[in-house]
């Protein structure tokens, strides 16, 4: 860390230090300086659907409480433990079946799965009221209410953490993750004190009930949605990248963090039109040497690619010696495949490269493989000074890769035993 240049402190208050940031800049201890610029707006989002959230939640747990017989007389202690004990297993074994599937995926996407996890979070609830009013299958309701909510506690727990780490500016991580806790219980107690109001005015009524919930769960997708679209993250993943490298061979620009962020699709749905999968085992890729030299053939680059036109398939076989870089162009490279299968305009030397796949057969894809290969090493290094320049971080990325690592040699069929 370079020494302090300088330091200020407003009347008494405790003084901060200021160092010079490597393009020359001043950089300031504490806030706004230590967080990310999307830092305030998407704090006072976030405070909103919680505070909707919070709202909602008391009324789903008056309505749960009601089902297992709190108040009533001729309720079971021992049945109302044994459907508390049933909600609380199942939510156990989907918390641990979930986090093994998708926990991997959640840093490629942290914006998508937040917004997932808040709306589901709003049908668990909706599934809580709705279970007094279906007694003969409120065991199972419940059930399903509280496997949604460990759901939404393993993607929501999971993204947090994905975004303090992009919002924390001076390696405060934690400081950032422990005002953002107390942020959260702060508002929290200000929804269990309106609750408190809340409940008494709405318990007898049902029908005030469920129009309360629906108006709180439409302020809190509002919320959520205006909180995640004001995140803007410097690093690529493939729908962002998708969006840049898009503008880029049609207009020759590299569309901005800002940019792309506004125009990052944040619901299902929303990709790129090919299906792309770095990291894949070579095993799955080749299985003969004429193929594997088919696929070394004409680059140097430190992964193999093999392109299904069929299905619009790129797989990407990694080196050992793969780096951020590497990956990033690979992915650059499965996604200009994809592009050739597309109707948009493209640099000449790849518009040539589409007649050629779209006339050849399906066998010779290997050859528009190798030639893209060609087009890429004048392409790509203009593409990545853009990205940098542009304000991407491209030392990191948080595109979707696979723990399979290859190494081959560079001319199979020339081997001496």
């Not at 790509?380 to 940098?388: E, R």
Request: aromatic share 8%; proline share 4%.
């Amino acid at each position: 860390m370079a020494d302090v240049l300088c330091s200020e402190q407003f009347g008494s208050g405790a003084a901060r230090g200021c160092r010079a940031a490597l393009d020359g800049s001043l950089q300031w201890e504490g806030f706004p300086d230590s967080v990310s610029p999307d830092y305030l707006p998407y704090q006072l989002w976030d405070s909103v659907q919680a505070f909707a959230s919070s709202l909602s939640g008391s009324l789903a747990t008056h309505a749960v409480l009601l089902g297992i017989g709190v108040g009533d007389a001729k309720a079971s202690v021992s049945a109302a433990t044994a459907t508390w004990l049933v909600k609380d297993s199942t939510g156990m074994l989907g918390r641990i079946v979930f986090a093994w599937w998708m926990g991997s995926k959640m840093d490629c996407n942290a914006k998508q799965w937040r917004l997932f996890a808040d709306i589901l979070n709003d049908i668990a609830m909706f599934l809580e009221i709705m279970a007094p009013i279906l007694p003969f299958c409120f065991t199972i309701t419940v059930c399903i209410s509280n496997l949604a909510k460990c759901l939404v506690g393993v993607a929501g727990g999971a993204t947090r953490a994905a975004l303090t780490m992009h919002q924390a500016r001076r390696n405060n991580m934690a400081d950032v993750s422990a005002k953002d806790g107390s942020q959260e219980t702060l508002v929290n107690l200000a929804g269990l004190l309106v609750s408190l109001l809340m409940l008494p005015m709405v318990s007898d009524s049902p029908s005030l009930s469920l129009s309360c919930f629906f108006f709180l769960t439409a302020l809190h997708i509002y919320a959520n949605y205006r909180a995640v679209r004001a995140l803007v993250i410097e690093t690529l993943n493939e729908q962002r990248l998708w969006l840049v490298l898009r503008h880029f061979l049609q207009r020759g620009e590299v569309l901005g963090p800002t940019s792309a962020n506004q125009m990052e699709p944040l619901w299902t749905g929303f990709w790129s039109s090919v299906s792309l999968s770095l990291g894949a085992p070579l095993h799955h890729v080749t299985s003969s040497v004429s193929e594997l030299q088919q696929l070394v053939e004409g680059h140097q680059e430190p992964y193999l690619l093999r392109w299904d036109q069929s299905r619009n398939q790129v797989q990407v076989v990694l080196s050992q010696m793969a780096g951020p870089e590497a990956i990033l162009r690979a992915a650059t490279h499965g996604l200009v495949l994809g592009a050739l299968r597309g109707d948009g305009p493209l640099p000449e030397e790849l518009e040539e490269l589409r007649n050629q796949a779209r006339a050849g057969p399906e066998k010779e894809s290997w050859v528009v493989v190798r030639e893209t290969h060609q087009v890429l090493d004048k392409l790509f290094p203009k593409f990545l000074k853009g990205l940098q320049d542009a304000g991407w971080s491209t030392e990191k990325h948080q595109l979707e890769v696979d723990e399979w690592r290859a190494t081959w040699l560079l001319c199979p069929e020339k081997k001496v035993l």
